[in-house]
């Protein structure tokens, strides 16, 4: 383990905050980067870096778990896949599996690819799980006031947890995707909230960033939505998406057209999935 310089740790934050929500992972006083591991063509090894950014020492334990990705983008925990999906826990391996981690203290974690030689063409999935262990009060250092209470009393410890996905990729990869049934609503009348449907097709997952551009009637672009980080996961054929729109007190909503772009992410080769417009009026 090593010591990060604290300006160093306030710099990963503000990346993870402000710049580059794609590339780092923060929740609690955990800081994950990269997001996601991907093993395709000749890769077999991958690091990825742990920093604690809070102020106590923390200790967090590492497994594989198998999630099911719901057609609004939320997650379920499964044992078994699903039609179409394939896990990739029973061919990556990662070490340390346990990590204690000091105030300004980061870890490499490990993770291997292994046994994929034989593998059939496809997208093989699961996802790393970071979960923090509660602290333990040692029994008998209960408050006077607790000591005097007759009654049992029940103590919830918030335990928080991060997962990211880890792939292999095996094959050419083969995967189409289309945005359909956009609507632009408003909330308040006011806040413009923009949903669509990611329709994919093709036996792999597709990840990338959302961005929205307005076209006003005389010609004039301006960026009024971002999302980074997306992602349609194996074997959901559908997502339902939806998000804010900024520039609500500068932007005619009700005048001009949005063109929503669907892209890999900016540090990845470019390349544009899909693109979809919407007319205003």
């Known amino acids: 383990m090593r010591k990060l310089p604290p300006r160093y740790l306030t710099m990963l934050l503000l990346i993870s905050l402000f710049l580059s929500p794609g590339i780092i992972k923060a929740q609690g006083d955990l800081l994950i980067t ?3 591991v991907v093993f ?7 690091d990825i870096s742990l920093a604690n950014i809070g102020k106590d020492t923390a200790t967090y334990n590492i497994s594989l778990v198998q999630i099911r990705m719901t057609e609004d983008g939320g997650f379920e925990t499964i044992t078994e896949p699903d039609e179409g999906q394939s896990f990739a826990s029973p061919y990556i ?13 980061a870890q490499t974690v490990k993770i291997q690819a292994v046994r994929t030689g034989d593998l059939a063409p496809g ?34 410890v918030p335990v928080f947890g991060i997962t990211i996905p880890v792939i292999i990729k095996v094959g050419t990869p083969t995967v189409n995707v289309t945005l359909s049934d956009l609507a632009l609503t408003f909330e ?3 806040l413009p909230r923009l949903s669509f449907v990611f329709n994919r097709t093709g036996d792999y997952s597709v990840y990338g960033d959302i961005e929205v551009d307005h076209i006003a009637p005389g010609g004039t ?18 997502r339902k998406f939806s998000f804010n729109l900024m520039g609500g007190g500068t932007i005619d909503f009700h005048k001009g057209r949005l063109v929503v772009t669907f892209s890999a992410p900016s540090d990845v080769r470019p390349e544009k999935y899909a693109e979809a417009i919407i007319d205003l009026h």
Do not use: C, W
């Open 34 to 36: 990269p997001r996601r």
């Open 123 to 156: 997208e093989y999935r699961s996802h790393l799980y970071f979960r923090a262990t509660p602290k333990e009060k040692p029994l008998g250092e209960e408050s006077p006031e607790q000591q005097e209470q007759a009654t049992i009393s029940i103590k919830l």
């Open 221 to 238: 672009v301006t960026t009024v939505g971002l999302a980074k980080g997306v992602a349609v996961y194996t074997p959901n054929t559908r």
């Open 188 to 190: 308040n009348d006011t």
């Open 40 to 46: 395709e063509g000749n890769k077999r090894s991958m």
């Open 93 to 105: 391996r990662f070490f340390p599996r346990t990590v204690t981690l000091k105030p300004d203290e």
